[in-house]
């Protein structure tokens, strides 16, 4: 064996060397550089999409007039960094899709040009591709209700879901699953595949209703007018300008029960914003109450007690 090996390279000479280089070596070398090539190519120009886009959505955003988009830029700081992180995402996956695909593709060229049959070898792919896709049916699934979840932005990292299943803040946001914290600290991981509906409490905008109980006894045309000074006084507050997208509306005498008047006030506000502006306009007004001698109704067990 030795022997034969050796008189076989004795024979070998630079012409037949070049000869046998410019067959198969050559073609499998030409192809794996062209297919790195195609591969960053492919990858630079996502990655200059992507810039673009980001760029175009930004400057998209610097344009738009008004109070309310100055106050949901300010309030939901986390918009752009969701936009980011949604784009980032996509792009990961595509430049994921395009390195499986020009690696399986180089794979099948390198192996045609050995002279490996392709033809079994793709016959028995297929029979376990279909095979494999009955049972992980589930996975692909989740895998594309994960990837039209992200493109469709229907929710990100901080907002706060309905499911159906768990009501929390969502935590983390993948391609399979979901990770929300519900209000009383349990961690639900929910698979994408299992969520038929979403309610986002975070998305857009969010309304307080607060309803100001007076007594029955009391001057409406006092009060009122004091509500419309407390909430315009808000809504010159340099703490919440920027958290309401316009001035709350004193709509008026919501009902009249018990010796009760209730005067509602309806206020629009960035997401997840009610509950803090509703809890300054109860002080505000319970103070402007006081000052002015307004007095809230008196409950008793079985009704209201006369004065």
Same mark, same amino acid.
């Given at each position: 064996?030795?022997?034969?090996?050796?008189?076989?390279?004795?024979?070998?000479?630079?012409?037949?060397?070049?000869?046998?280089?410019?067959?198969?070596?050559?073609?499998?070398?030409?192809?794996?550089?062209?297919?790195?090539?195609?591969?960053?190519?492919?990858?630079?120009?996502?990655?200059?999409?992507?810039?673009?886009?980001?760029?175009?959505?930004?400057?998209?955003?610097?344009?738009?007039?008004?109070?309310?988009?100055?106050?949901?830029?300010?309030?939901?700081?986390?918009?752009?960094?969701?936009?980011?992180?949604?784009?980032?995402?996509?792009?990961?996956?595509?430049?994921?899709?395009?390195?499986f695909v020009v690696a399986l593709i180089t794979i099948l060229t390198v192996m045609a040009i050995i002279g490996i049959p392709l033809a079994p070898l793709l016959a028995s792919a297929?029979?376990?591709?279909?095979?494999?896709?009955?049972?992980?049916?589930?996975? $692909?699934?989740?895998?594309?209700?994960?990837?039209?979840?992200?493109? *469709?932005? !229907? #929710? /990100?990292?901080?907002?706060? %879901?309905?499911?159906?299943?768990?009501?929390?803040?969502?935590?983390?946001?993948?391609?399979?699953?979901?990770?929300?914290?519900?209000?009383?600290?349990?961690?639900?991981?929910?698979?994408?595949?299992?969520?038929?509906?979403?309610?986002?409490?975070?998305?857009?905008?969010?309304?307080?209703?607060?309803?100001?109980?007076?007594?029955?006894?009391?001057?409406?045309?006092?009060?009122?007018?004091?509500?419309?000074?407390?909430?315009?006084?808000?809504?010159?507050?340099?703490?919440?300008?920027?958290?309401?997208?316009?001035?709350?509306?004193?709509?008026?005498?919501?009902?009249?029960?018990?010796? $009760?008047?209730?005067?509602?006030?309806?206020?629009?506000?960035?997401? *997840?914003? !009610? #509950? /803090?502006?509703?809890?300054? %306009?109860?002080?505000?007004?319970?103070?402007?109450?006081?000052?002015?001698?307004?007095?809230?109704?008196?409950?008793?067990?079985?009704?209201?007690?006369?004065?």
């Amino acid at each position: 064996m030795p022997e034969a090996f050796l008189h076989r390279l004795a024979q070998l000479t630079p012409e037949k060397v070049w000869e046998w280089f410019l067959g198969a070596p050559l073609q499998i070398l030409v192809t794996v550089i062209g297919a790195a090539i195609l591969r960053w190519v492919l990858l630079r120009s996502i990655g200059q999409v992507i810039n673009v886009t980001m760029a175009k959505s930004d400057a998209r955003r610097a344009r738009e007039p008004g109070r309310a988009s100055r106050a949901l830029a300010h309030a939901t700081g986390l918009d752009r960094e969701r936009q980011r992180q949604r784009t980032l995402t996509m792009a990961s996956l595509l430049k994921s899709i395009v390195t499986f695909v020009v690696a399986l593709i180089t794979i099948l060229t390198v192996m045609a040009i050995i002279g490996i049959p392709l033809a079994p070898l793709l016959a028995s792919a297929g029979v376990g591709g279909v095979a494999l896709g009955f049972g992980a049916q589930s996975l $692909v699934k989740d895998f594309l209700s994960g990837i039209f979840m992200i493109l *469709e932005d !229907q #929710y /990100g990292v901080g907002d706060i %879901i309905d499911t159906g299943t768990a009501v929390g803040t969502v935590e983390e946001v993948s391609l399979r699953v979901t990770r929300v914290r519900d209000g009383s600290g349990v961690v639900w991981y929910i698979r994408n595949g299992e969520i038929v509906r979403i309610g986002n409490k975070s998305q857009g905008w969010s309304t307080a209703t607060v309803d100001i109980p007076v007594s029955y006894s009391e001057n409406l045309e006092a009060v009122i007018p004091l509500i419309r000074e407390v909430v315009h006084a808000v809504d010159q507050s340099p703490q919440w300008r920027d958290v309401l997208l316009e001035e709350p509306q004193v709509v008026g005498v919501e009902s009249i029960a018990g010796g $009760v008047v209730t005067v509602r006030v309806v206020v629009k506000t960035a997401p *997840e914003q !009610q #509950y /803090g502006i509703s809890r300054e %306009i109860r002080e505000r007004v319970k103070a402007s109450f006081d000052a002015h001698g307004i007095k809230a109704p008196t409950f008793a067990p079985f009704g209201p007690v006369s004065p």
